[in-house]
């Protein structure tokens, strides 16, 4: 990755939070909890993930920096839903977490400089992932869900009465 490249990305990275409450913004909350499918996860579900991942994305740059080659775990997201209880939770709360942990490390990655770019991780599922790899997961980790969001949306509005 380029450093313009990585600029961009960081930017995007940096906004993500004010993306998705501008995406959020255009699904009813009365629709929140609709579920597509039996796999499916409602917009609600979604949110609650987003913080979690960002908890996870949080510890995972942290130790690319701080600790270069050490471990980190995938997690299955399913589960973590069912098991967490997403429904239950806040999404508000969720949205909350999700802008201070990702205000914090866009802080943090602003000032790195371009040698600990190349710092990895080992992640238990896919191996060594370097920083600009995680960046390239995490900048984009927003953007996909709005569009699963959308896709949730669409759904609920085929089987709402006109």
Same mark, same amino acid.
């Given at each position: 990755m380029?450093?313009?490249? /990585?600029n961009t990305r960081? @930017?995007?990275?940096?906004? @993500?939070?004010?993306?998705?409450?501008?995406?959020?913004?255009?699904?009813?909350r009365a629709m929140w909890q609709?579920?597509?499918?039996?796999?499916?996860? +409602?917009?609600?579900?979604?949110?609650?993930?987003?913080a979690d991942s960002e908890a996870n994305s949080f510890i995972r740059c942290r130790r690319a920096i701080a600790e270069p080659g050490g471990g980190v775990y995938g997690y299955d997201e399913m589960r973590w839903a069912r098991?967490?209880?997403?429904?239950?939770?806040? @999404?508000?709360?969720?949205?909350?977490?999700?802008?201070?942990? /990702?205000?914090? +490390?866009?802080?943090?990655?602003?000032t790195l400089? @371009?040698?600990?770019? +190349?710092?990895?991780?080992?992640?238990s599922d896919s191996g060594p992932v370097t920083l600009d790899g995680w960046l390239d997961t995490y900048e984009r980790h927003v953007r996909d869900h709005i569009e699963q969001m959308q896709g949730v949306y669409a759904a609920w509005l085929k089987q709402k009465p006109a």
């Amino acid at each position: 990755m380029t450093p313009a490249e /990585r600029n961009t990305r960081i @930017a995007a990275y940096g906004a @993500a939070h004010e993306t998705l409450v501008r995406a959020l913004a255009q699904f009813p909350r009365a629709m929140w909890q609709f579920r597509a499918g039996p796999d499916g996860w +409602t917009i609600h579900e979604i949110v609650v993930h987003i913080a979690d991942s960002e908890a996870n994305s949080f510890i995972r740059c942290r130790r690319a920096i701080a600790e270069p080659g050490g471990g980190v775990y995938g997690y299955d997201e399913m589960r973590w839903a069912r098991e967490l209880g997403y429904h239950g939770q806040s @999404a508000d709360d969720a949205l909350e977490l999700f802008k201070w942990l /990702r205000l914090t +490390t866009f802080k943090l990655i602003q000032t790195l400089h @371009a040698e600990a770019w +190349t710092r990895t991780f080992v992640h238990s599922d896919s191996g060594p992932v370097t920083l600009d790899g995680w960046l390239d997961t995490y900048e984009r980790h927003v953007r996909d869900h709005i569009e699963q969001m959308q896709g949730v949306y669409a759904a609920w509005l085929k089987q709402k009465p006109a």
